[in-house]
């Protein structure tokens, strides 16, 4: 009788075992082999190991449920070493990592990063996984900046998406080697923007629509989507510049520029169809340096910073800073609202007795009062010009009357066209070499006060652009119908279409016992009853093609 007991003990031990597997993984080694493996065995140590950024490798001694909120941060490249093993994050978790780190292990038995909540990678981060039937990342939602990922071996994968629903991967290059391999896998529509995908088997195999948004894949994927986009310096910056007092110093001018750019060089990538919004996108940007003292305009080079492998072209540009003097009324800036413009002034015009905002639609040959263009208005910060007509180019000037800021200001050019090509800087002078040209040659002629019906009288107080600032709007693929987003920034949103599978993923193989239990599971059948009632035996596998089963996951 002792013996029979000691048999369903030692049965219920190895059913608990298997089920405690974290997310359905078997392990295929001992206890004994894994206490020989040194490195970190928790998400804690992985983290502090991590944190300390002291680059080199870190390797990992077994399995690790990432249950911490707090993120990895690193400056100095670091190789985490899983192994045989992975790194797995529960439901309501983002594992986030900034830096320059790669993961990198055989990812057979599970992958090297698997994923019920969701990762946020920025900064370089990648992932690569080497052996037979392989996966790098698997997972339901992501949220990164140019993360590489690559599979390599016979039927490897890079990504594998699970859920349902339609989905956006944003900026990536995914990368699978081996026969049969695929770049991407999902079980739900995918919408791949501004991504590489190269495989020798599959770029992607999806059960849904496919979208290749400012993508590119190979092989070539028959049936996708494609969206061909070009980028463009987004928000005027190449036209307006910007703006500091004469004589501002270099640490006043760095300020400067990190206040208005953040280090990144920002883009609108539009489609050049004309039938999707356009796409606003950003990219680390190289330092930039500057003079002691600003004594004049000075042109700053952007040179933005995006990997080889990036989808689009994004050419260096520059970007004016003006020098602006003391009581000196200047235009800061123009930007669209919708069929106009709101110009911001540099400075609050104070004192004055009258202002006028001119207008010429011909290069400066005539000008027109903004109070001929129904509904604009001018106040002391700036103004809002109404009404005015697509595919023209537009040159403002103010001119002050009365006080110590008399005067007239620059000349600000603003081309307002439904084409990013031409609004997002494009080519001024028309010769396609997507420049910004030169002003029309000669003098302006500047207008008299006298010349328009009389300016706004404008009584001096602080004034608020902002309740004439209109939200943006145009039609798909025209001005104002960008889709703001920096990389990894991005929900997933219903990508729309026919839902057309353009390659169906194979059936899933049934499931296999472990080679270790096939001498217990006459003696398990026994207590298959009495453990599942002290264990509370459930899959860990989420459903392939529905939502991911609550409580899944590792214990």
């Known amino acids: 009788m002792k013996s029979v007991r000691l048999f369903l003990l030692v049965c219920l031990c190895v059913i608990g075992a298997a089920c405690a597997a974290p997310h359905g993984w078997a392990l295929e ?36 449920r990432w249950d911490l909120e707090t993120p990895v941060e690193v400056t100095r490249p670091v190789t985490v070493e899983l192994g045989d093993f992975g790194i797995f994050v ?36 990648a992932a690569e996984a080497v052996g037979e039937h392989c996966t790098a990342v698997r997972a339901y939602s992501l949220n990164w900046e140019f993360p590489e990922i690559s599979a390599r071996g016979t039927g490897a994968t890079a990504v594998d998406l699970l859920g349902d629903g339609p989905m956006e991967l944003l900026g990536g290059w995914f990368r699978a080697e081996g026969s049969g391999s695929v770049a991407v896998r999902s079980e739900r529509p995918v919408r791949l923007i501004f991504c590489r995908a ?35 310096p987004a928000h005027r ?29 920002q883009f609108y990538a539009y489609d050049t169809a004309e039938r999707e919004p356009a796409q606003l ?52 800036d123009a930007q669209d609202a919708g069929a106009g413009a709101y110009v911001r002034f540099f400075r609050e015009i104070t004192g004055a007795d009258r202002l006028t905002l001119w207008v010429s639609e011909d290069g400066g040959k005539s000008w027109r009062g903004a109070e001929e263009y129904s509904g604009s208005a001018v106040l002391s910060t700036g103004a809002q010009v109404e009404g005015l007509e697509w595919n023209r180019t537009y040159l403002f000037q103010l001119a002050v009357e009365g006080g110590p800021m008399a005067g007239r200001s620059n000349v600000l050019e603003f081309p ?51 309740k004439f600032a209109s939200a943006q709007r145009g039609a798909p693929g025209k001005r104002g119908a ?18 057309l599978a353009v390659q169906a993923l194979p059936a899933p193989e049934p499931e296999k016992a472990a080679p270790a239990l096939w001498p217990f599971l006459l003696g398990g059948a026994l207590a298959l009853a009495a453990g599942a009632a002290v ?20 214990p």
């Open 29 to 64: 080694s001992g206890a004994s082999e894994l206490e020989e493996r040194p490195g970190c065995a928790t998400a804690r140590e992985l983290l502090e190991a991590l944190n300390r950024d002291e680059g080199g490798t870190v390797t990992v001694a077994g399995d690790i």
């Open 90 to 125: 529960p439901e309501e978790i983002t594992f986030r990592v900034a830096g320059p780190v790669l993961f990198t292990g055989s990812g057979t038995s599970r992958p090297l990063l698997e994923a019920e909540g969701g990762f946020s990678f920025e900064g370089g981060v």
């Open 198 to 232: 190269e495989a020798e088997g599959a770029a992607v195999l999806s059960t849904g629509e496919v979208i290749l948004d400012g993508s590119r894949v190979s092989p070539e994927l028959p049936g996708a989507r494609t969206i061909q986009r070009t980028a463009v």
């Open 237 to 265: 910056i190449r036209e307006n510049g910007l703006c500091a007092a004469m004589g501002t110093d270099r640490a006043g001018v760095e300020e400067l520029w990190e206040d208005s750019l953040g280090g990144r060089a």
């Open 281 to 332: 996108f950003s990219v680390p940007m190289a330092p930039v340096s500057f003079p002691e003292t600003l004594s004049g305009d000075y042109e700053a080079a952007c040179a933005p910073l995006a990997p080889e492998w990036f989808p689009l072209e994004l050419a260096p540009f520059l970007v004016t800073i003006h020098a602006v003097g003391e009581n000196q009324p200047f235009l800061m």
């Open 416 to 466: 307002l066209y439904d084409d990013y090509h031409v609004n997002g800087g494009g080519s001024r002078d028309d010769d396609d070499r997507g420049d910004l040209g030169e002003l029309p040659a000669g003098d302006f002629l500047v207008p008299p006060p006298e010349s328009s019906p009389g300016g706004k009288r404008f009584l001096p107080r602080a004034g608020d652009l902002g």
């Open 482 to 499: 960008a889709r703001h987003g920096n990389w990894g920034k991005r929900g997933g949103e219903p990508s729309g279409g026919s839902g």
């Open 535 to 554: 264990l509370g035996l459930r899959s860990h596998r989420p459903g392939r093609h529905g939502k991911r089963r609550k409580g899944g996951g590792r």
